[in-house]
């Protein structure tokens, strides 16, 4: 396993200080150095970046689209290896991985698809009028451009898929803008190999080497060194509120600022309405019980929210509820400092006033370390609505039953809540009918809402949006999952009055290239 | 006239301290008390835009398109009236004005016809895929819903094109969301006659009272209030890179950040290439005399740099355009800020290392106040290279010329340029293929480039873009101009697995409202 920083596709001489990788489960080192990178390899991958932009964009799109399959074939031939190793520095269990894997792939070949595609860029044309009263009209034709250098912060939860090829890369690469990662302290060795599959693609496809850069740290200083640095254009992060914020103040305080896209979690309340609650209480619990440890809890879609009035359904719930999550065996959690929070806070709570435990995991993995036992507490609304520090994330197999005197008292509740990933409703019909104002609210709250699901599983599709007014992201216009997350990394151009033969293809009479686009105001494919 | 405060369409009762509007061309005092809001009107009004809100967002969109027609024709129907207000108070011929109330119940109507049409809400569907492996796939339909009460800053240089019920004001209504707009002091009583149309258009249509508000202010504190109250939800501004900044800042410390939309202006560089100089000199200084001077040069498009290679086609261009602009009479600027500012700005230049005024009107209207007179300034590409502050607008009728030995030095001089919101081309087409590497540097700075003709004249149509990178506008990716500025005042939603007569009438089976969908990954209209 190669461990050196990667710089314009090419492994660099190393730095004097190596960084091991650890398991989690075992707290034992794993094979392989790694090397922190220093602000000169900053600086070397952000210049390499730019004079790769300006040959990137400008491929033709198939010709990118083959990069991001090439890197989709490279990562699926390290198979057994990649997601090994995965595990072994992450203690997500093999089958979580191998989906991940695939996920991960699937991600890269879905963006694949949308530059091969073409419509994505928008395209709009206004044709002249040269005889329109009083003044003429000139040509104008406008479509999405790439914005630049990409920097994209790998986040610990998902070591494959947000992370050195996950979503972000593949998006930003699609959009044709390079990217330099920031590898995550918690899977360098993950890091490692991804990084050799990116550039491996690159070589195979003939693509400019500063299209991708890989670098190590276990500190802040790269990561601010990056966000700092004048050619990077912009920035994403999934992890905590802390960490985002960071990171979009030191963008904001840039001589030019520059867009961060920050996925900084959300406890994405589930709402009961009382018939359903009612009807189906035992079979919810253990919907739920499932949903809430699932990857020991480490999703940024974890439902960390209960809401739900009180009722002799509910106290069924929470009997079944209760049974399901005792037998839920402890799991390892990502790194020593998320497992070493979650004991903290989970503990901690029940210090607020009116919070009581009413289900703990029974099952320990006595003989591994770091490990997280599942736990459901419970509050009053009324507590609840007083108390701000109950509605902030607690990253693990932890969620908080909020119990209502009725309904009224339950919209209170959600009246409270600030913006969140995904809120998740289990009503009936004609529930909902009843209750159209809640819902209406609701939507206000969220990027996306569920009806009779579980938030957990984020499906990689267009229509999927994962992002959510403040502080669930910062930017609640764009997505980090799906396809129409590269339009995170484009802006309008217009061309006035250009030259045909020098226009993009895009923006071509004829359309060559086939794509959808809207010609005085009528969306069409038309080659005329 | 009534000057008083407009809060959720109703005129509301005085305050003690009443303002009045200045004609800058006589500095008399124009008819009409106006009167200074106060902090518990900011928060009146949104929180009466907050509760409207939830009513306006779900109306039909016909009827939402009926209240943009209703305001295009009361403001239609002021006619004289409000082209004669708005010369007295900015100084602005009546044709002009005349031409921009046309402008004005265009966008508008465009604006209506966006909504009516209904595709811009950008419906993705993705159908359940139940028997998928090894998950199955959930029903996931996303569109694009208003993110709530907007704030719109007027602006001083088009009293009706980008104020009251300008561009902002009619895409933030037609994407769903009250508005909120703070008069610019230059213009009360322009501001008060659209504010009455508004008003009464939103009676006509049945608006919920909410849905508009505009208060009055001579100083910050106002601006300050609405940006920082924590009910509003986006900003719109334009004007000086101060005020524009001023504005963003306010609100990245906000407890919950919001996107502000500042467009801060531009200096619209214009490169001249060789061929095409030395063929047109001519024309070209004519036409550019024209664009510079039009309006008193108070565009956020005026051509306030000229950069060429020297050449005798370049000193007939000089000679040309020295008497071109000699002949252009003084105009009245739009306060006696802005002509004291342009009069400083564009004497102190001559300060710098290497500048000389090299063309100047030569006839003055004595008889009226803040007068400018048209002024160009030269200086080498290498003096233009060393000094930064030959990059900063000067807000009026001035442009520079920079003059670079050779087209090596033409580029290094275009290298130091920061954002723009349009760049021009003046250049034959074998001179454009020649200089491929440059034009594709050029789409990198700006966000509307121009062939052969003037950046001025701001066509509304779809493919316009209005807006560059940084320090044009703080964010590349939206337009303050043209259809495609309603989606700054949007976010995706997605619904999953809801239920069929709960989801908007965008999103159901059967397109009951016949737009543009993405359905599974194929764009169609189909009705199935």
Redesign the interface.
């Known amino acids: 396993m190669n461990g050196k920083n990667i710089v314009a596709s090419t492994y660099v001489e190393v730095s004097e200080k190596s960084l091991q990788a650890v398991n989690p489960a075992t707290g034992l080192t794993l094979e392989g150095d790694f090397f922190k990178a220093s602000e000169r390899l900053v600086d070397e991958a952000l210049r390499a970046a730019t004079t790769a932009f300006?040959t990137y964009r400008?491929l033709n799109k198939d010709v990118k689209a083959a990069f991001l399959n090439a890197i989709a074939d490279e990562i699926g031939n390290l198979g057994e290896e990649l997601v090994n190793r995965a595990s072994a520095e992450s203690g997500l269990p093999l089958a979580r991985l191998q989906?991940e894997l695939g996920r991960t792939t699937g991600q890269l070949r879905l963006f694949a698809?949308v530059v091969a595609e073409g419509?994505w860029v928008d395209a709009?044309?206004?044709t002249a009028l040269p005889e329109r009263q009083?003044?003429p009209?000139?040509d104008?034709?406008?479509m999405l451009?790439p914005?630049?250098p990409v920097v994209v912060f790998g986040a610990s939860n998902f070591p494959l898929a947000f992370s050195v090829a996950g979503g972000d890369t593949a998006s930003a690469l699609a959009s044709g803008c390079p990217v330099v990662v920031k590898a995550h302290p918690a899977h360098y060795g993950t890091s490692a190999l991804v990084g050799g599959a990116i550039i491996r693609a690159a070589e195979k496809t003939g693509m400019p080497k500063g299209v991708f850069s890989l670098l190590y740290d276990d500190g802040y200083n790269i990561g601010a060194a990056l966000v700092q640095h004048p050619l990077t254009k912009a920035v994403t992060f999934t992890g905590s509120f802390k960490g985002g914020m960071a990171l979009?103040n030191l963008a904001?305080q840039r001589e030019?600022?520059i867009?961060v896209f920050a996925e900084m979690g959300s406890i994405n309340p589930v709402i009961f309405l009382p018939q359903t609650i009612e009807k189906q209480a035992e079979e919810l619990a253990k919907k739920y019980a499932g949903s809430i440890t699932l990857g020991a809890g480490q999703f940024c879609t974890n439902p960390g929210l209960l809401l739900a009035v009180q009722s002799p359904g509910l106290d069924k719930f929470k009997t079944v509820l209760k049974e399901a999550i005792a037998a839920v065996p402890s799991a390892t959690m990502l790194t020593e400092g998320i497992a070493g929070n979650y004991g903290k806070l989970s503990s901690a709570i029940t210090n607020e006033v009116g919070v009581e435990v009413i289900a703990v995991s029974d099952l320990n993995n006595n003989e591994l370390k770091n490990q997280s036992k599942a736990k459901i507490a419970q509050v009053s609304a009324a507590d609840f609505i007083r108390n701000p520090k109950l509605r902030e994330e607690i990253f693990g197999p932890y969620s908080l039953l909020v119990v209502a005197d009725d309904v009224a008292e339950l919209e209170k509740a959600i009246d409270v809540l600030e913006?969140q990933l995904t809120v998740t409703l289990m009503a009936e019909?004609q529930e909902?009918?009843h209750y159209?104002?809640l819902?209406?609210?609701l939507?206000?709250k969220?990027?996306?809402?569920?009806?009779?699901?579980v938030p957990t599983?984020v499906?990689v599709?267009?229509?999927?949006?994962h992002?959510g007014?403040?502080?669930a992201t910062?930017?609640?216009?764009f997505?980090s999952v799906g396809s129409?997350a590269i339009n995170r990394f484009?802006?309008?151009?217009?061309?006035?009055?250009?030259?045909q033969?020098?226009l993009p293809d895009e923006l071509k009479d004829g359309n060559p290239l086939g794509i959808?686009r809207?010609i005085n105001?009528k969306?069409t494919k038309s080659h005329e």
Chains 1, 2 share one sequence.
């Open positions: 300006y400008n989906g698809n419509s709009i044309i206004d009083p003044l009209r000139a104008i034709r406008r451009i914005i630049g979009v904001q030019q600022p867009p913006g019909k909902l009918q159209q104002e819902v209406n609210k939507t206000d969220t990027g996306r809402i569920i009806l009779n699901g599983g499906e599709c267009a229509a999927m949006q992002g007014p403040f502080p910062n930017d609640s216009r997505t129409t484009a802006r309008p151009l217009a061309y006035q009055d250009w030259e033969d020098l959808f809207t105001q969306l």
